[in-house]
């Protein structure tokens, strides 16, 4: 049965935090830097830095004996955690606008529940968490508006969005296979995952995008803050939450991404705040309590 206490909700608000925050920031590389080689940057900097903290740590890794099948769910993990999504997002959000990309992350949520309640033991459906989850997710379908179902014209459009849900798919089912996996070290874990997804990743970068371009140095700045911060550490933090919690808490976040973006934007950008954030941070925030009732129950009944 996953354990949720109120450090699993401080790491959960925490990635929501930091990867509402995250797409600024690659707006800002992507000044001076091509997609691929960007998700290549990020996720090879957040590698060597966690491949020398699990080297610190005496590269523990396996607390008690695999399986093969193990195995290869570490490396389907690897893949769907952060390489094919990345790849994804990066090509499907050039025909989409990015409304759509924006709810097709917080599908993320909904897409856990039937994987986790067919796949995982203690993961159980039951209508409160289903209503708990779609008012949830009307409620970012709120905040972004009308714009994230509008049409771009471009004619790869529809393939542009089914790479966003193939991504938002990835994140959904690497959940919910790392769950499975039997007791690991999570620094470890997470090590290893990273070290699959950046092969994956520079290597289609530089089979798509040719040898990495030139960066200046502000460029390179980003990218460091990418791989060390929303990568590396926050990839961390899910591992944390996922092994304790549970893939469906930790969907959550998914819901919390469009907020932090908006508000983010405003304070930050300048851009206008949408009439309809208070709405949908309403239903966003009711959404989450009623999926999340018992657990919010046993962490304030302690008080």
């Given at each position: 049965?996953?354990?949720?206490t109120?450090k699993?909700w401080?790491m959960?608000?925490t990635?929501?935090?930091v990867?509402g925050?995250?797409?600024?920031?690659?707006a800002?590389?992507?000044?001076?830097?091509?997609?691929?080689w960007?998700?290549a940057?990020?996720i090879?900097?957040a590698?060597?830095l966690m491949?020398?903290?699990?080297?610190?740590?005496?590269f523990k890794?396996?607390?008690?004996q695999?399986?093969?099948?193990?195995?290869?769910?570490?490396?389907?993990?690897?893949?769907?955690s952060?390489?094919?999504p990345?790849m994804?997002?990066?090509w499907g959000?050039?025909y989409?606008?990015s409304?759509?990309?924006?709810?097709?992350m917080?599908?993320?949520?909904l897409?856990?529940?039937?994987?986790?309640h067919?796949?995982?033991?203690g993961?159980?459906?039951?209508?409160?968490?289903?209503a708990?989850?779609?008012?949830?997710?009307i409620?970012?379908?709120v905040?972004?508006?009308?714009?994230?179902f509008e049409s771009?014209?471009?004619?790869?459009?529809f393939?542009g969005?089914?790479?966003?849900?193939g991504?938002?798919?990835?994140?959904?089912?690497?959940?919910?296979?790392?769950?499975?996996?039997p007791?690991m070290?999570?620094?470890?874990?997470n090590a290893?995952?990273?070290?699959?997804g950046?092969?994956?990743?520079?290597s289609?970068?530089w089979?798509?995008?040719?040898a990495?371009?030139?960066?200046?140095?502000?460029?390179?700045?980003?990218?460091l803050?990418?791989?060390?911060?929303?990568?590396?550490?926050?990839s961390?933090l899910?591992?944390l939450?996922i092994r304790s919690?549970g893939?469906?808490?930790?969907?959550?976040?998914?819901?919390?991404?469009?907020?932090?973006?908006?508000?983010?934007g405003?304070?930050?950008?300048?851009?206008?705040?949408p009439p309809?954030?208070?709405?949908a941070?309403s239903?966003?925030?009711?959404?989450?309590?009623?999926?999340?009732?018992g657990?919010?129950?046993?962490?304030?009944?302690?008080g």
């Open positions: 049965m996953p354990e949720i109120g699993s401080l959960v608000a990635l929501g935090l990867w925050a995250t797409f600024m920031v690659m800002i590389a992507l000044e001076g830097i091509t997609p691929f960007l998700a940057a990020r090879g900097f590698t060597l491949v020398a903290f699990w080297g610190f740590r005496g890794l396996f607390a008690q695999i399986e093969k099948q193990d195995i290869i769910r570490l490396i389907a993990i690897g893949a769907l952060s390489a094919v990345f994804l997002l990066s959000q050039q989409v606008t409304g759509f990309a924006g709810v097709s917080a599908a993320v949520a897409g856990v529940l039937p994987l986790a067919f796949m995982v033991p993961e159980r459906l039951s209508p409160r968490k289903v708990g989850f779609i008012i949830g997710f409620g970012v379908v905040l972004i508006g009308g714009q994230a771009t014209g471009e004619s790869l459009e393939f969005r089914a790479a966003c849900l991504a938002a798919g990835c994140y959904a089912l690497s959940s919910v296979q790392m769950r499975l996996l007791k070290d999570s620094i470890g874990l290893v995952t990273l070290m699959i950046a092969v994956i990743v520079i289609a970068a089979a798509v995008e040719g990495p371009p030139e960066t200046d140095r502000n460029t390179l700045y980003v990218l803050f990418l791989g060390l911060v929303p990568t590396a550490g926050a961390l899910r591992v939450v919690a893939p469906v808490f930790m969907s959550l976040v998914n819901y919390q991404v469009p907020v932090w973006s908006v508000l983010l405003a304070l930050i950008l300048s851009e206008p705040l309809s954030l208070l709405t941070l239903l966003i925030l009711c959404g989450v309590g009623l999926s999340q009732y657990a919010l129950k046993r962490l304030f009944g302690r």
